[in-house]
C-alpha cells in the first residue's frame, strides 16, 4: 500500500507539471532581454537540433534569426546519443537563467518529431556583432576571421575580421588537434554562440566550420597602401595608399578601439601611437569610396 502510494504522488506531480506548462517558441521564451520572461516556469517548445552535446545537452534553434536558439540541459545520455543535427525535438521542461545564459533543464518530456531536416543557415555577422543577447544559442557564421590572439588559455582564440573582436570556444570541436590557429591566419567560422564566465563565444562544431581562408591580414582592397614602419619603435606611423583615405582605427588584441582618426581625405596620413603599450594591435582602413582594409602592427 506505501509504494502504491508512492506511485501515486509522483503520477500526480508528473500531472502537474504537465498541467502547468506553458507553450511557448524560443523566440518567446528569449524573451528580447537579458532574462527570460518565462524563468523558473515549465514551457514546452521545439526546434531543430543545431549542436550536440553528446553527454549533457544540446541547442535547438526555431528559425534562422536573432533571438531563435537555446541551450536544452538534459543528462540523459541514451537520449542525446540518438540525436542527429536537423533532428526535431519537442520538449518540456523549466526555464532557467543559468549564470546569465537562458537555459531549459529538468525536462520532463523529450521527443524526436522528425528527422533529416536542414538545419538552419548561419546568420552571416561581423566579429564585432557576435558578443550580442540576441545570438545566444543562434549558429553564426563569420568570414575573414584573423586570428589575433592564442594566448586566452582553455582552448580560447580572439579573432577579428577588422570591425571588432569575439572568442572562439573549443568546448565542441577541438581544432588544436586538427590544427594549429596562429596569429595573423585567416579563417571562415560557424558556429553556436555561447555564453559562459561573462563572455559570448563561437563554439565551431566541427572542421567544416572551421576552414582556412585564402588571405592573410595582409591583403587588402585599398590599392597601393603601404603602412610603415613595422615595428613601431618611436610613436610615429605612416600610411601612403592609391585613394584617399578616410578613417583608420586602432584595435588591441581583445577588439577594444583604442584610438581613431576620421575625415582624413588624403592619401597620406600620419599618425602619432606614443600613447598605447607595447604590444599587437590592428588597424582597420577605410577610403572615402568605402574601400577596407586591415594591417596587423607591433609596437614595441
Known sequence: MKMKTILLSLAMLFALSLSAQTPATIYEIQGQADASPYENQIVITSGLVTSLIRDYGFFLQDGDGPWSGVYVFYDDAD????????????????????????????LVLAEVISTGNAVPTPISLSTVNVPEEQYEGVLVSVSNAVVTDTT?????????????????????????????????????????????????????????????????????????????????????????????????????????????????????????????????????????????????????
Do not use: H
Open 79 to 106: 537520449f542525446n546519443a540518438g540525436l542527429n543535427l536537423g533532428d526535431e525535438v519537442q520538449i518540456t521542461g523549466k526555464v532557467n537563467e543559468y549564470f546569465e545564459k537562458t537555459e531549459i533543464t529538468e
Open 152 to 300: 586566452l588559455g582553455y582552448g580560447e582564440i580572439l579573432v577579428n575580421d577588422g570591425s571588432g573582436a569575439c572568442r572562439v570556444d573549443d568546448k565542441l570541436y577541438s581544432y588544436w588537434n586538427d590544427m594549429t590557429p596562429y596569429p595573423d591566419s585567416t579563417y571562415q567560422l560557424n558556429g553556436i554562440v555561447d555564453y559562459s564566465y561573462d563572455t559570448y563565444k563561437i563554439l565551431p562544431r566541427d572542421a567544416g566550420d572551421f576552414v582556412k581562408g585564402l588571405a592573410s591580414i595582409a591583403n587588402n582592397n585599398i590599392s597601393g597602401l603601404e603602412v610603415y614602419p613595422n615595428p613601431v619603435s618611436n610613436g610615429n606611423v605612416y600610411l601612403n595608399a592609391d585613394s584617399r583615405l578616410e578613417s583608420v582605427t586602432v584595435f588591441n588584441v581583445i577588439g577594444q578601439a583604442v584610438y581613431s582618426e576620421a575625415e582624413l581625405n588624403s592619401t597620406q596620413v600620419s599618425m602619432n601611437l606614443n600613447m598605447l603599450n607595447d604590444g599587437v594591435y590592428i588597424l582597420r582602413i577605410e577610403t572615402v569610396k568605402g574601400e577596407t582594409a586591415t594591417r596587423r602592427i607591433m609596437i614595441d
